[in-house]
């Protein structure tokens, strides 16, 4: 398929990275310091950023949760308005890098900016930003798009926008080290999932794109599983580089995407909390079950390229192929049951009048996952 791909963010990638701030901001900008919880007071990031930032004028913005709402980011917006910033540093996970995103487009748009998220209105300008990523996962460090959530109304809506994507992103894995078992395999889960979403879909011989999807699957199943127990440096490496890559826009240049597994992923976090990956570790297998005559060619290559799958009839190879996607979840600590989180039936009617609210009902890359169908996948899901 024809595409157009530029991808403007500049990667500062290693061990101790986090120093070329001080070149990557003019000195003219003054800067929105923006970060989450507090994880970086306590794993030395905020020092690193304070100090390659000692000739920058900067006011701080602290709160921003996982799964950055509405009701905050519009704190900071606020704060970017009076203090006249005009340049944003994201120092985060991806919830911090699209609360930002957000606060960037928000500061600039003229109306109620909700609609941005909710009724798509365009973007036309935003604050330019910079990332300091602190776990691998979203991708959103190098791509123009982000997920923001109304806890008033339970919505969780994502957009995308040139304006928002990342000018540079300071990669340095040596920020994983400080990481919960449980960020580290939301990550991996993450980012293997937005490698399915752009490759499991339908053939159109798009050699280049599929090697590289697999490339980054084999590396996920072969580093992943190390990165909790290896004090490894190569590992985690490995592990930042291909999240980063799995989300920037290359694999998924020129093909199908599917995305249908975010799409009822992200209504679960919306009504129940689950992490992100925590939902789509319940929702991909049952997902790819589903839609396996639709995926029928794709399945049986995954199945063969990325488990050596090559006997037996083509539902047996499809049928070992999500098992050992399940399987690999496992094995990096991620459950696939609604039942894991203590969710049961009562999550079907109400995931699926969520998603007929949200318009979802015709999902995926030939807009074949309908209400009727998320419904049967939720079920099997529990
Ligand atoms: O808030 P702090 O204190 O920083 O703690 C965070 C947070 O509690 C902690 N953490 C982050 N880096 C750490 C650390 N703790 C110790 N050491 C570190 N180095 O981890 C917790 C989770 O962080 P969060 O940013 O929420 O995680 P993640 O990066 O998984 O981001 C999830 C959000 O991104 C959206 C998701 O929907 C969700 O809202 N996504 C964004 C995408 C995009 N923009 O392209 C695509 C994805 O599909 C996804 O939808
Ligand atoms: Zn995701």
């Known amino acids: 398929m024809n595409f157009s791909y530029q991808n403007q963010t500049a ?16 000195k003219q900008h003054k800067v929105l310091l923006a970060y989450g919880g507090g994880s970086i007071k306590s794993n030395g990031v905020y020092q690193q950023v304070l100090t390659a930032l000692k000739d920058h004028a900067i006011v701080e913005f602290s709160g921003i949760e996982p799964n950055p709402s509405y009701e905050t980011t519009m704190k900071a917006v606020e704060l970017v308005k ?4 005009d340049f944003i540093l994201a120092v985060g996970g991806g919830s911090v890098v699209d609360g930002c995103k957000f606060i960037a487009a928000a500061a ?19 604050i330019p930003l910079g990332v300091v990523l602190t776990l691998p996962a979203t991708g959103s460090e ?20 040139p304006y928002v994507h990342p000018l540079f992103a300071v990669l340095d894995p040596d920020v994983m080290k400080s990481l919960p078992d449980r960020q580290l395999t939301n990550g991996i889960v993450d980012a293997f999932v937005h490698i399915m979403e752009q490759y499991l879909t339908y053939s159109v011989n798009a050699k280049v794109q599929d090697r590289f999807a697999e490339g980054l699957l084999l590396t996920l199943i072969e580093e992943g599983p190390k990165v909790f127990s290896a004090n490894d440096d190569e590992v985690r ?27 009822i992923g992200h209504e679960i976090t919306a009504l129940y909390g689950l992490d992100h990956a925590q939902t789509l570790a319940i929702i991909l297998p049952r997902m790819m079950s589903e839609m396996r005559k639709e995926k029928q060619d794709k ?12 006997e037996g009839d083509i539902d047996k190879k499809i049928d070992q192929a999500i098992e050992k996607t399940e399987s690999f979840f496992h094995a990096v600590g991620m459950k696939t049951r609604f039942a894991d989180y203590n969710l049961n039936e009562e999550v079907v009617d109400a995931l699926v009048a969520q998603l007929e609210r949200h318009n979802q009902t015709a999902m995926g890359e030939r807009q074949a996952v309908t209400l ?9 899901s529990l």
């Open 11 to 26: 990667i500062h990638f290693g061990q101790g990275q986090i120093a070329k701030l001080a070149k990557s901001i003019d």
């Open 82 to 85: 009076e203090e006249n910033v």
């Open 108 to 126: 600039k748009f003229d109306g109620e900016p909700w609609d941005i998220l909710a009724k798509n209105a365009p973007v036309n300008a935003a």
């Open 142 to 161: 190098s791509n123009s798009f982000a997920v923001v959530s109304k806890l008033s109304t339970k919505d969780k809506f994502a957009f995308g926008s």
């Open 237 to 263: 490496a490995n592990v930042m580089w291909s999240a980063t890559m799995a989300l920037n826009g290359l694999i998924g240049a020129g093909v199908p995407q599917d995305w249908s597994t975010h799409g």
């Open 299 to 310: 399945l049986v290559q995954y199945a063969a390229r990325i488990w050596g799958i090559t």
């Open 372 to 380: 009727e169908r998320s419904k049967r996948i939720i079920r099997a």
